[in-house]
Protein backbone atom coordinates (compact mmCIF):
# COMPACT_ATOMS: atom_id res chain seq x y z
CA UNK A 1 0.00 0.00 0.00
CA UNK A 2 1.06 3.24 -0.95
CA UNK A 3 -0.10 6.66 -0.06
CA UNK A 4 0.77 9.67 -2.39
CA UNK A 5 -0.06 13.13 -1.13
CA UNK A 6 -0.27 16.48 -2.85
CA UNK A 7 -1.46 19.75 -3.25
CA UNK A 8 0.55 21.95 -1.20
CA UNK A 9 2.32 24.54 -2.17
CA UNK A 10 2.79 28.75 -1.40
CA UNK A 11 -0.52 30.75 -0.11
CA UNK A 12 -1.21 33.97 1.52
CA UNK A 13 -2.58 34.29 4.47
CA UNK A 14 -6.74 34.31 4.59
CA UNK A 15 -6.01 31.80 1.22
CA UNK A 16 -6.94 28.35 0.88
CA UNK A 17 -5.17 24.82 -0.34
CA UNK A 18 -6.72 21.52 -0.91
CA UNK A 19 -4.70 18.82 -0.05
CA UNK A 20 -5.17 15.21 -1.74
CA UNK A 21 -4.20 11.84 -0.72
CA UNK A 22 -4.64 8.79 -2.63
CA UNK A 23 -3.71 5.40 -1.23
CA UNK A 24 -2.88 2.38 -3.84
CA UNK A 25 -1.76 -1.32 -4.08
CA UNK A 26 -3.81 -3.63 -1.99
CA UNK A 27 -6.27 -1.42 -0.05
CA UNK A 28 -8.68 -3.49 1.23
CA UNK A 29 -10.26 -1.75 4.24
CA UNK A 30 -9.81 1.77 4.85
CA UNK A 31 -10.61 1.73 8.83
CA UNK A 32 -9.31 5.73 8.10
CA UNK A 33 -7.04 8.42 6.92
CA UNK A 34 -6.18 11.15 8.44
CA UNK A 35 -4.03 14.28 7.96
CA UNK A 36 -1.03 15.19 10.08
CA UNK A 37 1.39 18.38 10.30
CA UNK A 38 4.86 19.30 11.26
CA UNK A 39 6.68 22.50 11.74
CA UNK A 40 9.93 23.03 12.13
CA UNK A 41 10.75 22.41 15.43
CA UNK A 42 7.81 20.84 17.02
CA UNK A 43 5.86 17.27 17.21
CA UNK A 44 3.51 16.09 14.98
CA UNK A 45 0.03 16.73 14.91
CA UNK A 46 -3.19 15.47 14.25
CA UNK A 47 -4.47 18.06 11.75
CA UNK A 48 -7.97 16.08 10.70
CA UNK A 49 -9.07 12.31 10.34
CA UNK A 50 -12.04 10.39 8.64
CA UNK A 51 -13.62 7.14 9.71
CA UNK A 52 -15.16 4.66 6.99
CA UNK A 53 -18.06 5.43 8.71
CA UNK A 54 -17.52 9.00 8.00
CA UNK A 55 -17.41 10.06 11.43
CA UNK A 56 -14.51 13.23 11.40
CA UNK A 57 -11.81 14.67 14.12
CA UNK A 58 -10.01 17.59 14.05
CA UNK A 59 -7.06 18.98 15.95
CA UNK A 60 -8.23 21.66 18.48
CA UNK A 61 -6.21 24.33 16.14
CA UNK A 62 -8.85 23.92 12.91
CA UNK A 63 -11.58 26.04 14.56
CA UNK A 64 -13.90 25.21 11.79
CA UNK A 65 -11.26 26.26 8.53
CA UNK A 66 -10.42 22.70 7.45
CA UNK A 67 -13.13 19.95 5.91
CA UNK A 68 -11.69 16.82 5.50
CA UNK A 69 -13.70 14.12 3.36
CA UNK A 70 -13.04 11.29 1.07
CA UNK A 71 -14.17 9.82 -2.05
CA UNK A 72 -14.38 5.34 -1.69
CA UNK A 73 -14.39 4.75 -5.13
CA UNK A 74 -10.77 6.05 -5.61
CA UNK A 75 -9.69 5.55 -2.52
CA UNK A 76 -8.85 9.35 -1.48
CA UNK A 77 -9.30 11.73 1.03
CA UNK A 78 -9.48 15.81 0.69
CA UNK A 79 -8.02 18.42 3.36
CA UNK A 80 -10.08 21.41 2.10
CA UNK A 81 -7.71 24.34 3.87
CA UNK A 82 -9.84 27.67 4.51
CA UNK A 83 -8.20 30.87 6.24
CA UNK A 84 -4.97 29.71 6.10
CA UNK A 85 -2.69 31.13 8.67
CA UNK A 86 1.17 31.82 8.98
CA UNK A 87 0.98 29.22 11.91
CA UNK A 88 -0.52 26.19 9.46
CA UNK A 89 3.04 26.34 7.82
CA UNK A 90 3.97 22.95 7.92
CA UNK A 91 4.44 19.44 6.29
CA UNK A 92 1.41 18.15 5.90
CA UNK A 93 1.72 14.14 5.93
CA UNK A 94 -1.19 11.67 5.02
CA UNK A 95 -1.89 8.50 6.77
CA UNK A 96 -4.25 5.54 6.87
CA UNK A 97 -5.13 2.83 8.85
CA UNK A 98 -5.79 0.21 6.09
CA UNK A 99 -6.43 -3.37 6.28
CA UNK A 100 -5.39 -2.96 9.90
CA UNK A 101 -1.90 -1.77 9.11
CA UNK A 102 -0.58 1.72 9.57
CA UNK A 103 0.92 4.03 6.51
CA UNK A 104 2.43 7.24 5.91
CA UNK A 105 2.42 9.41 2.87
CA UNK A 106 5.41 11.16 1.70
CA UNK A 107 4.57 14.83 3.11
CA UNK A 108 3.46 17.70 1.18
CA UNK A 109 4.82 21.29 2.19
CA UNK A 110 2.23 24.01 3.03
CA UNK A 111 3.96 27.31 3.30
CA UNK A 112 1.71 30.74 4.16
CA UNK A 113 3.31 33.86 3.79
CA UNK A 114 2.89 37.06 2.56
Known amino acids: VQLQASGGGLVQPGGSLRLSCAAS????????MAWYRQAPGKQRELVAL???????TYGDFVKGRFTISRDSAKNTVLLQMNSLKPGDTAVYYC?????????WGQGTKVTVSS
Open 95 to 103: NGLISGKGY
Open 50 to 56: ITNLGST
Open 25 to 32: GSVFIINY
